[in-house]
């Protein structure tokens, strides 16, 4: 099982990769999804909250916010190797 986020609460109803999973009945967006991008840099919801845990990112938006991502999980990961 993996935490789940996305770029924004509107890339749920447009991704194929999540509409299927809730078609499928293993993924509720009501419960499953942890949150959004947005969230995550507002620190309004939790991130990883250890080295074991897998994380998937959904992104269906533009590639400034895959950009804001990959700073984000970058600056992350220098200050946790600090």
């Known amino acids: 099982m993996s935490s789940v986020y ?3 609460l509107e890339a749920v109803a447009k991704s ?3 509409l299927n999973a809730v ?3 293993v993924f509720s967006v009501n419960t499953d999804l942890k949150g959004t991008l947005a969230d995550l ?3 309004t ?3 990883r909250r ?3 845990e897998i994380t998937l990112f959904k992104s269906v938006g533009t590639a400034l916010e895959d950009l ?3 700073e984000l999980a970058f600056d992350t990961c ?3 190797a600090l």
Do not use: F, L, N
């Open 41 to 43: 840099c507002k620190r």
């Open 16 to 18: 194929g990769d999540v």
């Open 78 to 80: 220098v200050r946790a």
């Open 23 to 25: 078609k499928a009945g």
């Open 6 to 8: 996305t770029d924004t």
């Open 50 to 52: 250890d080295a074991r």
């Open 45 to 47: 919801v939790q991130g």
């Open 68 to 70: 804001a991502a990959a």
